[in-house]
Every structure is written in structure tokens, then in C-alpha cells.
């Protein structure tokens, strides 16, 4: 969240350079730039739409660009060098709580739930129980964000005491202090008893016999709104249209890719996943529809949102409540539902 604050700072200065690069190039109106918080099969609704085809069949052209963290998914629709942001809606919040009243808004949701598994270092199969974790180390995730601040949620349900230190006030250690892009390395070299992963890396780590998967965060608390399009308010203003022919596409992606043959998913997924296996595509994209991460509809509703906001303030990362109907603007794909 503090990263936030400091980018809060630096935005004047961003934007006024892309404004002056932009407005020196003449823009392709058929062109949508999105920018992805990280590449993930979690998004695969968003490929398949366009190594199929489907974004083309609308006459819309993708450019896609890997920020590499939420913070930059921001910084880039703020400034204008990124016209959709494909991140965790909590950062729409944490802007607004930081003081931003006109900041980027939700126009479509894309998952619908955590997308992370725990990984442990033995087959629990059956046998794991949320009680197995007292006593034991989590590597989490980095503090403020959703893998960790949903895990936090999870254990209290289940009746435990996760925080820092094992006391009298904590019974199982969330550690949110290791680099989000070092916490599988280090599991992987002994650090901790689990860690929360995203699919391929943890069925890469049941193929390898590193770990196991003993549970699945989104089976555990549903209809959180993880991953969502993002834009300004302007941008939804001015381009409508092209909005609604996006989410057309991106409707036949989902519809696709839950109907597809395990040979289907590996051709229409293939060329966004160059590097990894046609298996662990496959392996990937089935944990996830098994879980119902991809989101059956792409309006976010305000009970989600809700939840969302609980699972943020529980975690103490939440100023103010942000009300659904400030952060978000389902205008877009209900008018094409």
C-alpha cells in the first residue's frame, strides 16, 4: 500500500512526459493497450480471445504489455500510456484511500476468486485439515496484497491466529517479509512449511515432487472480484464502443476456453505460454476452472466488492471503506449482456 503513496507523487511527472511522447504520434483508434499486473494461465480468458481470433473479429488490435506489479498497472493508465489495466481491483481502493478522488475505475471483472494454492512439503492428501497449519511457517506473499491478506482471512475462519511471530497472539506465521518474486525459490530452498502459489508454478512443483498442493484459497472463500479491467473515467466515456466490442471478445474466450478439449486449450494458449509445458497448461487451466476462477460473468457486484473489502480491512490494510458504486462502472458489459 505504501507504494501507493510514493507513486501518488510521481504521477504529474509521468504523465506529463507520455503526454508529450503520445501527442507526438498519431494513435490507431482500432488499438487497445492494456497493461497486465503479471502473465498468468489465471488470465486465460484474455488470451484465448486473442490467439483466437476474436478480438481481430471485432476489429480491435492488442497491444499487451507485462508490468510486472500493480503499482506500474497504475502508474501507466494514470498517465496515459496504457488505455485498460488488468490488476487486483484493492489498488483502485488504496489510491482512492491515498487521496486520488478521481482515480481509474472497475469496467469488467475477470477472475472470481483467489487464485492461489497452498503448497506444502508433504502429500497431506485427505488428511489436511486448516488445523494442520497451527505451529507452522507460511510463506504468504507481500503484505497488502490479496494471496496474503486472503490467507489471513481464511485461517481466522478456521479458527486460527496467523501473524509474524509464533505467542500467545499467534499460532501460525503468515511471513509477508520475503519478495513476492523469491517467496516459490525460497520454499524451494527450505525456507517454511507451505507457501501459496499460483498455477503453473504449483503444479510445476507437484511435477517436480518439490511439493504438493493441499488446498486451493478460492475453494475456501468465493466471489472476490481478484482480477479486474480498469480504466479512467474518461478513457469509458470516450470509447465506449470500443469497450463493448472487448468484452464481446473476451465473452467468446470464456466461453471457449470452458468447453475446450485439453487439445484445444493447448493451441489456443500455446503461443502466450511459449515456455511452458502443453501439460501444465492443460493441468493449470482445469485447476482453475475446477475452482471457478474464471468469472461467469464479467459485472462485479457489489456484494464482491464488499467481501473484497472485508478481507482488506480484516488484514488492517484499509482506511476507508470505498463505496462500489465510486470505484466501479458496469455500464460497459451490461450493455452488452
Known amino acids: 500500500m505504501k507504494k501507493f ?7 504529474v511527472c509521468i504523465f506529463s512526459v507520455s503526454a508529450c511522447l503520445t501527442g507526438c504520434k498519431k494513435k490507431n483508434d482500432n488499438v487497445i493497450r492494456i497493461s497486465e499486473v503479471t502473465h498468468s494461465v489465471f488470465y486465460a480468458p484474455l488470451y484465448v480471445a486473442m490467439n483466437n481470433g476474436y478480438f481481430k473479429d471485432e476489429g480491435l488490435e492488442i497491444e499487451l504489455t507485462n508490468a510486472g506489479g500493480s503499482d506500474v498497472v497504475m502508474s501507466s493508465l494514470i498517465s496515459g500510456s496504457a488505455d485498460v489495466g488488468l490488476m487486483g481491483p484493492e489498488s483502485v481502493v488504496y ?3 491515498n487521496g486520488m ?3 481509474p475505475v472497475v469496467f469488467a471483472q475477470l477472475t472470481a476468486c483467489d487464485g492461489s494454492f497452498l503448497v506444502g512439503r508433504n502429500d ?3 488428511n489436511f485439515n486448516w488445523e494442520n497449519l497451527k505451529g507452522k511457517h507460511i510463506i504468504g506473499g507481500r503484505p497488502g496484497g490479496m494471496p496474503a491478506m486472503t490467507l489471513k482471512y481464511i485461517l481466522e475462519q478456521h479458527g486460527l491466529k ?3 511471530e509464533l505467542g500467545d497472539e ?3 506465521i503468515i511471513d509477508t517479509t520475503i519478495a513476492f518474486n523469491l517467496n516459490v525459490p525460497s520454499f524451494l530452498t527450505g525456507t517454511g512449511d507451505y507457501c501459496t502459489m499460483f498455477d503453473p508454478t504449483a503444479s510445476q512443483c507437484v511435477e517436480d515432487g518439490t511439493g504438493y498442493i493441499v488446498a486451493a484459497l478460492g475453494s475456501e472463500v468465493s466471489d472476490i472480484p481478484y482480477t479486474a479491467f480498469t480504466a ?5 466515456k470516450n470509447h465506449s464502443d470500443k469497450l463493448e466490442k472487448f468484452i464481446k471478445a473476451l465473452q467468446k474466450g470464456y466461453n471457449y476456453l470452458m468447453s475446450a478439449s485439453d487439445d484445444e486449450l493447448i493451441a489456443s494458449l500455446k503461443p502466450s505460454f511459449k515456455e511452458t509445458s502443453d501439460k501444465l497448461i492443460v493441468t493449470s487451466v482445469r485447476n482453475y476452472i475446477r475452482i471457478g476462477a474464471y468469472a461467469d460473468s464479467f459485472i462485479l457486484k457489489e456484494s464482491s466488492w464488499n467481501l473484497m473489502l472485508d478481507i482488506i480491512d480484516n488484514a488492517g490494510e484499509l482506511k476507508n471503506r470505498v463505496d462500489w458504486n465510486v470505484a466501479v462502472n458496469t455500464s460497459i458489459v451490461s450493455s452488452v449482456a
Open 162 to 164: 496467523p501473524g509474524l
Open 5 to 11: 503513496s510514493i507513486l501518488l507523487i510521481i504521477f
Open 124 to 126: 497431506e492428501g485427505e
Open 95 to 97: 489510491v482512492r484511500n
Open 232 to 236: 479512467t473515467s474518461d478513457y469509458l
Open 101 to 103: 478522488q478521481n482515480a
Open 170 to 172: 499467534c499460532d501460525t
